[in-house]
């Protein structure tokens, strides 16, 4: 086996170099975006007590050691969300930040273990209207690049076209006939009924294991079934997540079973995940110490809670917030395959 060039080489690095700098004018045309839309850039520091509290995110770790040499585990951020969210307490009210984030047991055509997320939060705002500014950011970057489509992976997609608003109970009950909501309660502490869930799944045809939580087998029909038809033609925004799927979220005032929280698609590509966040302490705690467990269960460890972004949460305001993967945005903006294409220095296999 021929072992690839690494990117320094100079014919390597000329095959990508254009993605890159096409890479800073995107990032450049963004920032006066929303420099103009009143939001003030942060940079928040990657070094937390905490990195997130989602079962299913690995984080890097270290130890900080002080003049005194006391040991201090710390972890490298997984998002800015905590650190934003904090400072939306302390009075900010429209925040962007170019993160550079870190995530263990990801690699792949569309995965690095280091990225970059670009975040931003809107205080006294509903959710909705970071809707509209994706669409305004997908045309964005194709005007910056000077295409009329995003191609990736035989899928296009229309990034001057409305995206699409689609509920995820609309997206199970068409595309997979399987009805959601009917597996889901009103009491944000209760269960959603596993069994119900697995039943319709089984007879449609996906694969269910005794051992299977009832988040396994919705998120296996969400990748298997749903996502690969999202974003084709148009972006979709996919909305209306359940409460159990949504820890960071408030639960929609018509539907108490599922939350203000909407994910971007484009070509089949997860772009941006959003929230209107949720604002209770005690609920939040809860809803960590939950995903915590679930952690423990599958992966055997657990992360500590962020004790001083609980007490931030009783002073921040009423905001929504989102995370959009820079570098796959590009890729889509430039045609490129890879996630390396668009990354200056990418971390070698």
């Known amino acids: 086996m021929i072992e690839a060039s690494p990117w320094w080489t100079p014919d390597i690095h000329a095959d990508r170099r254009p993605f890159l700098l096409a890479r ?10 929303f420099e103009d839309q009143g939001f003030v850039e942060t940079e928040c520091g990657a070094l937390q007590v905490s990195p997130g509290n989602e079962a299913h995110l690995h984080a890097f770790a270290t130890t900080r050691v002080t003049p005194d040499l006391e040991e201090q585990r710390l972890y490298l951020h997984t998002s800015p969300e905590f650190s934003m969210k904090k400072l939306l307490a302390a009075g900010e009210e429209r925040i962007f930040d170019f993160a550079r984030v870190f995530r263990n047991r990801e690699r792949g055509s569309s995965h690095q273990s280091e990225f970059t997320l670009l975040e931003w939060y809107r205080a006294n705002a509903p959710y909705e209207a970071l809707m509209d500014d994706c669409a305004a950011l997908l045309a964005l970057a194709a005007r910056t690049t000077g295409i009329t489509e995003f191609h990736f992976r035989g899928l296009a997609c229309d990034p001057f076209a409305e995206p699409e608003r689609l509920s995820v109970a609309s997206a199970f009950l068409k595309t997979a006939r399987i009805d959601l909501l009917g ?7 209760a269960e959603p009924d596993r069994d119900a869930l697995a039943r319709q799944a089984e007879a449609k045809g996906f694969r269910v294991t005794p051992d299977d939580s009832w988040t396994d087998i919705y998120s296996r029909i969400l990748v298997e079934k749903i996502e690969p038809t999202l974003g084709i033609g148009r972006a979709t925004i996919l909305c209306e997540y359940p409460v159990c799927e949504a820890a960071l979220s408030r639960p929609l005032p018509a539907d108490p079973r599922v939350a203000e929280r909407f994910e971007l698609y484009a070509c089949g590509l997860e772009l941006a995940n959003a929230f209107g966040e949720l604002t209770d302490p005690a609920e939040q705690r809860r809803r960590f110490e939950i995903e915590m467990d679930e952690k423990e269960r ?3 460890e657990r992360y500590p809670l962020d004790e001083e972004f609980l007490r931030a949460l009783a002073h921040m305001p009423p905001s929504s917030g989102i995370a959009l993967g820079f570098e796959r945005l590009v890729m889509l903006a430039t045609g490129a395959t890879r996630i390396d294409q668009v990354v200056w220095t990418p971390l070698k296999d």
Request: charged share 30%; no cysteine; hydrophobic share 40%.
């Open 24 to 33: 800073g004018r995107i990032k450049a045309a963004i920032r006066r975006w």
């Open 183 to 189: 597996t889901l309660t009103d009491d944000p502490a």
């Open 298 to 300: 599958v992966y055997g």
